[in-house]
């Protein structure tokens, strides 16, 4: 293998703050970095972002660099990529490793292929192999019927890291470290997309991705009238309410709402499942929690496989008695 060193992870920085799957990478990154007995990195971009690169050397990084440019949702994936591939041929780390966010989806593809590299997307776990040194990435396939483990070749050896499958690092603000700028500039010409026009979405309460308990509901709910108790739950546990393809199809919920291979892949606490049938494209997004609840009419329903508690019954019965005891049971 070639002779790179460091763990590099690509921190995001969203309205001046620093976005928690920053804290994740910083966790997974330690631990990599004291099984490979090398530093830490962490890559921030964005405007006067000192302070948020003072909290990563808190959170564990040995090294913060940072890149004056525009936060993400302001910019170009073409302008993340050109900047993090400037940072990587400087740096020259042996691991990269970004958040399966929006961001790191689009940038570690480009990333990898920019540096002649690979990249292994939505990991839930990283280790070193002790004999060979190399970074084990654990992977779901199948839908989320299995895992599987890759190894790379080359190097750098990029991941993405799902949000929510590792511990956070928890702040220690006495930790001291260098605060580093990178003087990079990119050419006009590396930006090969123009952005025209940026639309925010309203997201529901607490973002997916973030969510230590969600409320998903399914085609069972049968309308948009009946995700009121969904919410009345999640909102009673401090959760959010997500769904399934069906309510987006049907037009009863937006579709940043879904959950799945082709929606928000999420790793909460607690999800409550309810009129869901278990479809893999579904599991694909909800496998990683780490306790699933089940409410569905159909004792067969395919979720049941997957779930750690079940209740069969028709959710409208099912709900308010739910909510009752939870309510009771918070209150005690
Ligand atoms: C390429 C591709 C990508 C896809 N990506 C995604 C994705 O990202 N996310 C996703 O979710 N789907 C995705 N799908 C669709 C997926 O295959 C399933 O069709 C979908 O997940 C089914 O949603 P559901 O379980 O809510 O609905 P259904 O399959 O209709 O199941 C409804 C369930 O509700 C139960 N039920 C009905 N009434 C009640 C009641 N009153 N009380 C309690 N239970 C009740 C039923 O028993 C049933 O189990 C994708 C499909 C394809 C082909």
Redesign the pocket.
Known sequence: MAENKGILICGEVVDGKLAAITAELLGAGKKLSAELEQPLGALLIGKDIEEVAQETIGLGADRAYTIDGPAFLDSLPDLYVALIAAACEKLQPSVVILGQTDMGRDVAPRLAAKLKTTAVLDCVGLEIDPETRALLQTRPVYGGNATAVWVTESQPQIATLRPRSVMAAESDTSRTGEIEPLPIVVEDSAIKGKLVETVKTEVEGIKLEDAKVIVAG???I?GPEGFEKLRELASLLGGTVG?????CDEGWLPLTM??????RIVGPDLYIA?????????M??CSGSKCIVT????PD?N?FKESNFGIV????Q?MPAFIEKCRELLSS
Do not use: C, F
């Not at 879904?258 to 929606?263: D, K, L, P, V, Y």
């Not at 309810?274 to 579904?282: L, R, T």
């Open positions: 399914g085609g069972g049968g769904v399934t393809r069906v309510p879904e959950i799945g291979q082709t929606g309810v009129g869901i049938s278990g479809a893999p494209q579904h694909a997004g409410i569905n009419k159909d329903a979720l019954g028709d959710y409208k099912v």
